[in-house]
Every structure is written in C-alpha cells, then in structure tokens.
C-alpha cells in the first residue's frame, strides 16, 4: 500500500515557466512532508519542508502548499530553470519520527 | 559543515557474502538513518538510529542490521547477500530535536553490485 504517490512520473516545461509538482498521502499521521532533489548516482537534496500546522512554505523560487483535507501537496518552482532538471521526491513522516516515506518520484525537464 | 559521508562509494559482491557500510553524519547531528534505493521499490526506510539507540525500523528481513557508534557514526550490515539486495544505499542525518521531525541531509551513497 504506498502511502505517498506521485502519480506524475515525468513533466516538462519551458525555461521561465511555473513547474507543478503534486504528491498525495493516505495517512492521516503524517503531520512533516519534504521535497527533494535527486540528480542520478547522487544522494536527495533537500528543497523545503512544510508543518502541517502552515499550508504554505515559500524560499526563494520554491514554494509548497499543503492541502489536509484533500491529503494533497504541492511544489511550485518559479521561474524554472534548465537546473532545476532532476528527479523529485516528496516524503512524509510524523510527528516523533525520523523515518520519511517517499513517493515515487517526478522527473523534470526544463527545456531551454 | 561538511556533509553527510559515506564509504565506499561502491561495491561489488557475490551472493551468499555479508556487507558492512559506514557513514558520518554532519557534526552535531545525532539521528542517523539509512534508506535503500531501488528501481522496482524506490526510495525505502531501513532503519533510525539515535544517540546509539534504534529508534524506527523498516520492513526489511533481519539479515539487514546497524549500529550507531557514541560519536553517531552509524554501519549497516547486510548478511547472507541476495541478488535482490543490489541497490543505492544512503544514509542521511538528522539534529533530530526529541519529539519532532526534522530534515534530513543525506549522503551520496553506496552503489552495492551483487551477483
């Protein structure tokens, strides 16, 4: 039973342009979701983090939105670069617990 | 800082061997855990250690092991080596504060090749 799904495995988007990326959870214990980077034979970096006490965490070009009641959430990258091209994770965990289940993951594009 | 470490980078054994991986978190940081890559199951949990206590487990098979040193370094250890267990390997660490989550920073990982 996955837990966190990224039902979106890959997105392209031009240069300059909003990316979206979306992750859904089925438990209602989860209470700490992240975003992360992954670029291949590397380990995830980490992007940013949202409480779910907040329903948005903004730093510099990344933003998340937290959605409890639909058990969704959301990174935007704004404005997006050809850098930004990897694979992104979300994960979750709750509260006294280190332990983060992931989602599948998203590759982005950024064509120039 | 420096970061997360982790040694070897890579690795290659035969089926039936056992396997020991090291790690060194950020300084400071206590939580180590440790994570298994794969293509088929993604990104897994295998287990937290915390001031050299397991605090989380996974749902891997008991041949998959650690142990955290005081100073947090962390091994893990894998026995009786099966095909199925080549995968990414990564350790990330954590300040970890008592009672909340925290980010996790991981390392690059080890790249174990059975066959």
Redesign the interface.
């Known amino acids: 039973d996955q837990q966190v799904k990224q039902n979106s495995p890959s997105l392209s988007v031009q240069e300059g342009r909003i990316s979206i990326l979306n992750c859904d959870y089925t438990n209602s214990m989860f209470?700490?979701f992240?975003w992360?980077k992954k670029y291949p034979?590397?380990?995830?970096?980490?992007l940013i983090?949202i409480s779910s006490i907040k329903d948005k965490n903004e730093d510099g070009r990344f933003t998340v939105f937290l959605n409890k009641s639909a058990k969704h959430l959301s990174l935007h990258i704004v404005p997006s670069q050809p850098g930004d091209s990897a694979v992104y994770?979300c994960?979750a965990?709750?509260?006294?617990?280190?332990?983060?289940?992931?989602?599948?993951?998203t590759r982005l594009m950024v064509k120039p | 800082k420096a970061g997360v470490t982790q040694t070897p980078r890579y690795l290659i054994k035969t089926r039936g061997q056992q396997v020991t991986l090291s790690c060194s978190p950020i300084s400071g940081h206590r939580s180590v855990s440790w994570y298994q890559q794969t293509p088929g199951q993604g990104l897994q949990f295998l287990f937290e250690y915390f001031s050299e206590t397991q605090r989380n487990k996974g749902n891997f098979p008991g041949r998959f092991s650690g142990r955290q040193f005081s100073n947090s370094r962390s091994e893990m250890n894998v026995s009786t080596l099966e095909l199925g267990d080549s995968a990414l390997y990564l350790c990330a660490s954590s300040p970890r504060t008592s009672g909340r989550s925290n980010e996790q920073f991981f390392g690059p990982g080890t790249r174990l090749t059975v066959l």
């Open positions: 209470d700490y992240l992360y034979a590397e380990g995830p970096t980490f983090s994770f994960a965990s709750h509260h006294a617990g280190n332990m983060l289940t992931f989602g599948g993951g």
